[in-house]
Each structure stands twice: as structure tokens, then as C-alpha cells.
């Protein structure tokens, strides 16, 4: 079963930033568009951003726009979520996730099912 580790969570007051770092084997990620997901207390796992194989294009939920970014750095094989301006509406497990293929397309991107690996998630709080 694939790994991804995700780190960087933690409790964070309004307005703050924070940079989450998720890992994966190197055939994996070398394989695979990547994508962020985040699930709140009581709520669906949502969307967040996601990154093409390659690291060329990239796409994000209309809440997150302007706010976060997603970036990649495939000699590592770990892909990042940096986050500016955290509001409580933030707060959530966040989660990265492989595709099983190096594009983003819409409509698909979005969409959990079409991402084959999952890691374990890390917490993100946003103090008001």
C-alpha cells in the first residue's frame, strides 16, 4: 500500500500562515498529479488544490484562491500547501493525495475517487 506522510499541521491564530509538506515514494510521485483535500468537523472531505506531474499547472478550490498555494518539488517527492491568511473557516484534517495519472483535468481534479493514495492527514487549527 502506498505511503503519504503528511506534516506541517498545527494551531495557528487569524491571519497567520502555515506550510503543510506531504511525501511519497519516489515511483509514486513521479507518477502521479497530486492533490490537497480537507475535511472539517461534520462536513465532506472538499477539494482544496491540486498540481500537474510536472509541477506546470495547478488548480484551487474558489475558497482557497489567493490564500493558498500549492507547489511541488519532484527531486524530493514531496509535494506543499502553503497557507497565508488562515481563518477559523480553515480549520480541518487536511489531506494530500496521488493521482493515478500526471494531469489535472477538469471536471475530474476535484474529485476524490480519482486519486488512488492517501495519507493519514494532519490537523490544522485556526485560533480566532
Known amino acids: 500500500q502506498v505511503q503519504l506522510v503528511e506534516s506541517g499541521g498545527g494551531l495557528v491564530q487569524t491571519g497567520g500562515s502555515l506550510r503543510l509538506s506531504c511525501a511519497a515514494p519516489?515511483?509514486?510521485?513521479?507518477?502521479?498529479?497530486m492533490g490537497w483535500f480537507r475535511q472539517a468537523p461534520g462536513k465532506e472531505r472538499e477539494f482544496v488544490a491540486a498540481?500537474?506531474?510536472?509541477?506546470?499547472?495547478?488548480a484551487y478550490a474558489d475558497a482557497v484562491k489567493g490564500g493558498f498555494t500549492v507547489s511541488r518539488d519532484n527531486a524530493k517527492n514531496t509535494v506543499y500547501l502553503h497557507m497565508n491568511s488562515l481563518n477559523p473557516k480553515d480549520t480541518a484534517v487536511y489531506y494530500c493525495?496521488?493521482?493515478?495519472?500526471?494531469?489535472?483535468?477538469?471536471?475530474?481534479?476535484?474529485?476524490?475517487?480519482?486519486?488512488?493514495?492517501w495519507g493519514q492527514g494532519t490537523q490544522v487549527t485556526v485560533s480566532s
Open positions: 498540481i500537474s506531474g510536472s509541477g506546470t499547472y495547478t
Open positions: 519516489r515511483r509514486t510521485f513521479s507518477s502521479s498529479a
Open positions: 493525495a496521488a493521482r493515478r495519472s500526471t494531469v489535472i483535468t477538469s471536471p475530474q481534479y476535484p474529485i476524490s475517487e480519482s486519486y488512488g493514495a
